[in-house]
């Protein structure tokens, strides 16, 4: 059964420094999600992605974060500046159409 | 805006007792309907859905949801659970719009169950 995977499964970093976690989405599929869950918190919406470009993003979501499909495989979300609140677990997912979608197993993410 | 809650921080149950977990949603519109599970050390998984039609829904090892909507529920029911159960399940929701689905899911905080063996 198809899977989304993504890597690394766990990322330190300094503050301040840029990092670009990957996700490879399910090969059929046209939506492309990024959540985050800080340790404790619930799983929030950080972005969607249809047609090469960003069709809804959340507050959290600001100037520092961007994404992109640098081809037709990968679906990347960059920090450009991690902060110590961005410490969380990064989860990607993908979807056919806007409803039902399938989630990576994340990338752990640790700032210091 | 959309919220949705889920009253049960931690659930412990021994195997073979039923299970319900409750979700209750806020949204004045239409909504799609899900509830994930994730195994520990493991990714959010699909469990089952609801978009239209049957309010009663069958998913994946057992489980159903009732979509209540005088409620604004969406309640997990397993009638018998096994160890193997163990694990943190998450309802969620999107909203239903006139162009389709909005993309963005809207999660609770997450029921942990753990089952006794």
């Known amino acids: 059964e198809p899977e989304v995977t993504q890597t690394p499964s766990h990322q330190v970093t300094q503050m301040g420094q840029e990092v670009i976690l990957r996700c490879v989405p399910i090969s059929n599929h046209l939506y492309f999600y990024w959540y985050r869950q800080i340790l404790g918190q619930k799983v929030e919406f950080l972005v969607s992605f249809y047609n090469n470009e960003i069709s809804e993003k959340s507050e959290i979501f600001d100037d520092q974060f961007s994404v992109e499909r640098p081809d037709g495989s990968n679906f990347t979300l960059k920090i450009r500046s991690t902060k110590l609140e961005d410490s969380a677990m990064y989860f990607c997912?993908?979807?056919?159409?806007?409803?039902?979608?399938?989630f990576g197993p994340g990338t752990r993410l640790l700032v210091l | 805006a959309q919220s949705v809650s889920q009253h049960n921080h931690h659930v412990i149950l021994s195997e073979a007792a039923s299970l319900e977990l409750g979700c209750n949603y806020s949204y004045g519109g239409t909504v799609n309907l899900f509830w994930y599970v994730q195994y520990p050390g493991q990714h959010l998984q699909l469990l089952l859905k609801y978009f239209s039609g049957d309010p009663l829904v069958k998913g994946i090892k057992g489980f159903e949801a009732e979509f209540i909507k005088s409620k604004f529920s969406f309640n997990l029911r397993k009638p018998s659970v096994q160890w193997s159960d163990t694990a943190e399940y998450f309802c969620?929701?999107?909203?239903?719009?006139?162009?389709?689905?909005?993309?963005?899911?809207?999660f609770g905080k997450g029921t942990k169950l753990s089952v006794k063996p």
């Open positions: 997912a993908s979807s056919v159409a806007e409803e039902t979608q399938y």
């Open positions: 969620a929701v999107n909203a239903q719009n006139y162009g389709g689905s909005q993309g963005n899911l809207i």
